[in-house]
C-alpha cells in the first residue's frame, strides 16, 4: 500500500512540475510604453542605458505633436518602437532567457536635401563592434501615423519608414517656411551672392550648413564662434567681394577712357569663334608646313 502511495506521490509531483514549467514558458511580459527606456518595472540591470540626451523638439511645427508618442511595428520575431523626437528601440519576442533589447538610436538631427527635410537621424544607440547603432527614419505619405517597414542596409545601421499624414502636403518638409526672419534673410543674401557670383557653389553650401546648425536642424560639427565675431567675418568678407569688384569696374572704365583719348578702337561685344574656312586644294598639291594630310585652315 505505502509502495503504491509512494508512486502516485511522485506521479502528482511530475504532474505540478510539467504544469509549472508550462506555465512559466507560456508567460510572455510586454514592456510597458515608456518611450522604450528606462522601464521603472523591469530590473535594474535589465533596463535600456541611453548614451546621450536627444535633441531638442525642432523642425516643421506641424510635426511637433508627435513628440511624446510611440509607434510599434513587429516584424518576424522583433519588435521595433519608435518614438519621434526621442528614440527607436529593439526588442526580440522569444522565449530565450537573453532575448535582445536594445537601443537603435536617440534623436539627433534633421537630414535636408535641396530645402527639404528628408529623414530624421538617430545616434548614439547600442555599441556594435566598434561603432553605436544608428537609424535613419524616412517620413512618407500615409493615411496614418504608423511605422510601415524596418531594414538595415548595412551592419548596424537602420532604415526605418514612417507613414504619416502629416507630410502629404507638398510643402509640408520644406526648411525655408520653418527658419526665422533673421536666418531667411541670411539665406536670402547667400542665394542672391551665388547668383551675382561673389561666392562658388561650394561657399553657398557651407553658408547653408552655418546657417541650418544655428537652426539647430544640424548638430554642430565644430564648436560654435562668437556670434558677433561669425557675423563681423561674413560681413567683412561680403564687403571685400564688392569692394573687388568695384575696383574692377573701375579699372575697366579708366582703360576705356585711355583707348578713347588715343583714338583706339574697342569692340564690348563678346568674342566670337569663326567659322572655318575649307581651302581647296588641287590634287597633288600641299600647303605650306602640310606633311600630306588636307586640313582646314582657321
Not at 509640408?172 to 547667400?190: N, R
Request: hydrophobic content about 35%; some cysteine.
Amino acid at each position: 500500500m505505502c509502495h503504491i502511495c509512494g508512486r502516485y506521490f511522485h506521479l502528482l509531483c511530475l504532474i505540478v512540475l510539467v504544469d509549472v514549467a508550462f506555465s512559466g514558458k507560456m508567460k510572455i511580459v510586454e514592456e510597458p510604453n515608456t518611450f522604450g527606456l528606462n522601464n521603472h518595472f523591469l530590473a535594474q540591470g535589465t533596463r535600456l542605458q541611453a548614451r546621450t540626451n536627444p535633441s531638442p523638439v525642432i523642425g516643421p511645427p506641424h510635426l511637433h505633436h508627435l513628440a511624446g508618442k510611440c509607434f510599434s511595428y513587429i516584424e518576424s520575431t522583433y519588435k521595433y518602437e519608435f518614438c519621434p523626437f526621442h528614440n527607436i528601440t529593439q526588442h526580440e519576442q522569444t522565449f530565450r532567457w537573453n532575448a535582445y533589447s536594445g537601443i537603435l538610436g536617440i534623436w539627433q538631427e534633421w537630414e535636408i536635401q535641396n530645402n527639404s527635410f528628408t529623414g530624421m537621424w538617430m545616434r548614439e544607440g547600442d555599441p556594435c563592434g566598434n561603432k553605436n547603432r544608428q537609424t535613419k527614419v524616412l517620413l512618407a505619405c500615409g493615411n496614418s501615423s504608423k511605422l510601415a517597414g524596418v531594414s538595415e542596409p548595412q551592419t548596424c545601421v537602420y532604415s526605418v519608414t514612417f507613414e504619416t499624414p502629416l507630410v502629404c502636403h507638398q510643402h509640408s518638409l520644406l526648411v525655408y517656411p520653418t527658419l526665422g526672419e533673421k536666418l531667411q534673410k541670411e539665406w536670402d543674401e547667400a542665394e542672391q551672392a551665388r547668383y551675382d557670383g561673389l561666392i562658388t557653389d561650394q561657399g553657398y553650401s557651407k553658408l547653408l550648413r552655418d546657417l541650418f546648425e544655428e537652426a539647430g536642424f544640424l548638430k554642430r560639427s565644430q564648436p560654435k564662434p562668437e556670434e558677433p565675431e561669425r557675423t563681423q567675418k561674413a560681413q567683412q568678407t561680403m564687403d571685400q567681394c564688392r569692394q573687388d569688384i568695384e575696383k574692377k569696374n573701375a579699372e575697366i572704365e579708366r582703360l576705356r577712357a585711355l583707348l578713347s583719348q588715343h583714338n583706339i578702337p574697342y569692340d564690348l561685344s563678346p568674342v566670337r569663334p569663326k567659322a572655318p574656312v575649307t581651302v581647296a586644294v588641287q590634287e597633288g598639291q600641299r600647303l605650306r608646313g602640310d606633311t600630306g594630310l588636307i586640313a582646314d585652315l582657321l
